[in-house]
């Protein structure tokens, strides 16, 4: 009779918490836990091209179906190799758990020369992670398992790992008998001061002109949300919080959110409070933090460290978004706010101004968002990388109706667009999956295209295709004179890519027949690629800032000549 080993019981405990995907690729540090999967039977392990794309995948996973994502590694390389995926995963407050493995416990920190074995792993890990915990012995596995599950799942919500030595995971343990026993607790839900919930009612019905900025925080508090607006209140997004409430709401700007929006800014202007809530107010959105915001703000977050981050706040409550903004309805529906009707009127006038004035700033590409949004269904979810089209269209010009169809590299980081959207379309059975992606950012992992088709994953995959880094070209025109280096790739034919690995795929050479063409892959069943040939289309005009910064590079230089 085989033995009951820590391998095999952390694929139970996955199970047990309802776990039934996770990536990773085998290796001789994981071969226990990966027998585990086998014998549970219940989990589906996806088997990737490297580590960091299944910590991206596992990622993308979470975010789409509100769920804790899983990646499996091995020791040294195979962690290390995951790491961007733990940072992105931090970024945008995703939970995750990453288990690992680690040397025999007689070679850790000796420097024996074991296999895999890298000074440190575990401190590699913490920096990266929220925390990491190492397993010391069989009988604490589960528990520290738990722990770590709890911890990913507790706001703000993040990457969790956990190290197993391999002479650990091979160790007779104990199977537990109740399934009580195997279930990591509830992670604790920040709950509101009752004073701070009163001030804060107390503000908003002082305030003539209230905005909201919801953020990433902010993603389970829609229909909390959603009442705010009905009392007459704007609001903007980030664009990691973009789809809180849906675009379809009037009093909802989304991703507009200002740089570059005169009339956004506009009501900044004329705002009298601006609630943030579950936001950073990060800087690549605030133009560094010098975006002229209300002067009068307030903050709700779960994360007790965010009252000194950024834009300072008049009243800061610490609580989670959704319980804290009910309880604040509680309030105001009892003695609601007087938001000034002109006011109300003036946020639900700026939002189409706004968005016609922003897509007069695409030049050929300024009907894409509407094309694809028409093509695509209602609930599908649109991952992208981080790309020109992206920034700009993508972010605050593409409707959304719920925060889990919004999947992007939060951290800015290029290339992770695609796992993302891979991972969202293993785990999303029944949804489409529209993957937005640049050329650069493409080829950084394009070799996980094979791990979509293996796992016939339902996902289009865009590329606009401009033959190098478009953002960079335009930073080089506004600080080097136009001097372009560094920022031109070679690449293979995109269609014959795309042949060798077995899935249909269309080119775009009309701005006029974008719409048409992704409805056709969108259609197609499995994954699917088009490219958009953007030297046939036409240069993608460069946006604000460097839109500015460009106009007045290119000043200096006339006066200079």
């Given at each position: 009779m085989s033995k009951y080993l820590v391998g095999h019981l952390v694929a139970d405990f996955l199970a047990h918490n309802g776990v039934d995907t996770v990536f990773g690729i085998i290796s001789v540090h994981n071969i226990p836990i990966m027998d585990g999967l086998t014998l549970n039977?219940?989990?589906r392990m996806v088997m990737t091209r490297g580590e960091t794309?299944?910590?991206?995948?596992?990622?993308g996973l979470a975010r789409a179906g509100g769920k804790v994502g899983v990646v499996i590694s091995s020791t040294g390389p195979g962690a290390s190799n995951a790491v961007p995926g733990l940072v992105e995963a931090r970024f945008a407050g995703t939970p995750l758990l990453h288990i690992t493995g680690q040397s025999a416990t007689a070679h850790i920190g000796r420097d024996t020369g074991a296999v895999h074995d890298v000074p440190d792993q575990l401190g590699m890990l913490g920096a990266v992670s929220k925390k990491a915990y190492r397993v010391h012995a069989a009988d604490e596995a589960l528990d520290v398992l738990k722990q770590a599950w709890t911890e990913a799942l507790t706001a703000p919500a993040g990457p969790v790992s956990v190290e197993i030595p391999i002479d650990i995971q091979r160790s007779p343990v104990d199977r537990p008998a109740d399934a009580r026993a195997w279930r990591a607790p509830a992670a604790p839900v920040a709950q509101p001061a009752e004073d701070d919930v009163d001030r804060l009612a107390r503000a908003l019905r002082a305030a003539r002109r209230p905005m909201i900025w919801a953020g990433g925080g902010a993603r389970d508090a829609g229909k909390e949300l959603a009442a705010l607006l009905d009392m007459g209140m704007g609001m903007v997004t980030s664009w990691n919080g973009h789809g809180a409430v849906s675009d379809d709401h009037p009093a909802n700007l989304g991703g507009m959110n200002g740089p570059g929006s005169p009339a956004v800014e506009a009501l900044y202007e004329q705002a009298d409070l601006l609630l943030v809530v579950g936001s950073r107010l990060r800087g690549h959105e605030t133009l560094d933090h010098k975006l002229k915001l209300p002067a009068h703000r307030a903050r709700i977050d779960a994360d007790p460290a965010?009252?000194?981050?950024?834009y300072p706040c008049e009243l800061f409550v610490h609580g989670a978004a959704a319980v804290t903004l009910r309880r604040l309805l509680d309030r105001l529906r009892?003695?609601?706010?007087?938001?000034d009707p002109a006011f109300t009127r003036a946020v639900r006038d700026a939002k189409p101004r706004a968005i016609e004035d922003f897509k007069q700033t695409l030049g050929p590409y300024a009907g894409f968002a509407a094309q694809l949004r028409a093509a695509m269904p209602a609930d599908a979810v649109f991952a992208r990388d981080i790309t020109l089209s992206n920034s700009t269209w993508g972010h605050r010009l593409f409707p959304l109706?719920?925060?889990?169809?919004?999947?992007?590299?939060?951290?800015a980081g290029i290339g992770q667009g695609l796992q993302l959207g891979i991972g969202a379309a293993i785990g999303e059975k029944g949804r489409k999956v529209v993957a937005l992606t640049g050329d650069g950012g493409f080829f950084f992992n394009m070799t996980e295209l094979w791990t979509a088709v293996q796992e016939s994953a339902d996902i289009v995959i865009i590329?606009?295709?401009?033959?190098?880094?478009?953002?960079?070209?335009?930073?080089?025109?506004?600080?080097?004179?136009?001097?372009?280096a560094h920022s031109t790739l070679l690449a293979?034919?995109?269609?014959?890519?795309a042949g060798l690995a077995g899935i249909p795929a269309w080119r775009v050479s009309r701005a006029e027949d974008f719409g048409a063409t992704a409805r056709q892959a969108i259609g197609t069943r499995g994954p699917t690629l088009v490219e958009v040939d953007m030297h046939a289309i036409g240069p993608f005009p460069p946006y604000y800032p460097y839109s500015a910064m460009i106009d007045a590079a290119k000043a200096r230089r006339i006066v200079r000549h």
């Open positions: 039977k219940t989990i794309g299944a910590a991206h995948m596992a990622d965010a009252q000194a981050r950024g009892e003695q609601p706010p007087q938001v109706h719920d925060q889990r169809q919004n999947i992007y590299p939060v951290g590329v606009m295709n401009d033959g190098g880094y478009g953002v960079i070209k335009h930073m080089q025109d506004a600080m080097c004179e136009g001097r372009y293979p034919d995109l269609l014959k890519l």
